[in-house]
């Protein structure tokens, strides 16, 4: 007889009450939706989990290029030339510069640095590499005047973290001086390890990941789209990867931090327990996301000379 697969779920009670209160408004099955329904449930959800600005932070708006949105924090007190790029994340299909906006305000504050956040091109309208290319963009645009960034994204945006900075290394691109991938998809592979063990779990789904991909229409094995397919990770510059124990990312967290040490890379490397996938806007509601963005934010501001 067939045994019912259980679903993993963690036994913290802030984070569950994160979930059921995340699915209210965007359902589990979202994905069937259209793109416009989609992205209508997410910017509801995002607009539940809003917090207060920062004290004295400022935000000023811009294009680059004359057509990609950014937005610029600039917190009360700055101590470091040392800029954060922010990239959100969304399956490369849903988010904005509002998404993450508190999120974006708070890791200024606490770092005591500006940051920049990028509204990249969204799939399916624009598949791969326009978003990459955006990201890249920005990145080049942020070192004309010569300061340092730490680039920085979570789940899709921690994708285009790790692919840009490949990419920057490739062509001697200097200025990024750390990065800091949370709850990355890198491109693992979907019949293994956490992709198999986590595929029903809270939050995001491995039937998720492979739609969100098949949207997006990266090439396979290219390394700027699926980072774990880069064979030398040498020369990257210090990172910081969050992931979390209920997500099928977590084995990309995992593997890219540990080949990532063995190249050599000062990495730091955390993995949050009881957390699900998208834990950051759990950080005012559960004492285990908490903690995980206060060790976050501590990391970025070592990144950034702050710390």
Request: net charge negative.
């Amino acid at each position: 007889m067939d045994q019912a697969v259980m679903k993993p779920m963690p036994t913290e009670e802030g984070i569950l009450a994160f979930h059921r209160r995340c699915e209210a408004f965007y359902p589990a099955d979202a994905v069937d939706a259209s793109i416009e329904q989609q992205r209508k449930w997410y910017d509801a959800l995002c607009a539940e989990f809003d917090a207060p600005s920062p004290e004295g932070l400022t935000r000023e708006d811009g294009l680059v290029d004359g057509r990609i949105p950014i937005r610029r924090y600039r917190p009360a007190a700055i101590s470091t030339d040392t800029r954060i790029y922010y990239i959100h994340g969304g399956g490369f299909v849903v988010g904005s510069l509002d998404s993450h906006d508190a999120i974006c305000a708070e890791l200024a504050d606490f770092a005591r640095a500006e940051l920049v956040s990028i509204d990249y091109r969204l799939a399916p309208e624009h598949v791969w590499p326009a978003a990459f290319e955006d990201c890249y963009a920005v990145l080049n645009f942020l070192f004309a005047d010569g300061r340092p960034a730490v680039v920085v994204g979570d789940s899709a945006g921690g994708n285009l973290t790790a692919g840009i900075v490949l990419k920057a290394r490739a062509e001697r691109l200097t200025g990024v001086v750390g990065q800091a991938l949370i709850y990355p998809g890198l491109g693992g592979d979907l019949t293994s390890g956490s992709y198999v063990e986590m595929s029903e779990a809270p939050g995001l789904t491995t039937a998720d990941t492979s739609y969100y991909r098949e949207i997006l229409q990266a090439p396979e094995g290219n390394p700027f789209a699926a980072p774990l397919a880069e064979k030398d990770l040498s020369g990257l510059p210090p990172t910081y990867i969050t992931g979390a124990f209920f997500d099928p990312l977590r084995d990309d967290a995992r593997i890219y931090a540990a080949r990532l040490a063995m190249a050599g890379v000062n990495v730091t490397f955390r993995e949050e327990p009881q957390m699900i996938h998208a834990w950051l806007r759990a950080r005012h509601m559960s004492e285990g996301a908490r903690e995980g963005f206060r060790r976050l934010a501590d990391g970025i501001a070592v990144l950034v000379g702050t710390g």
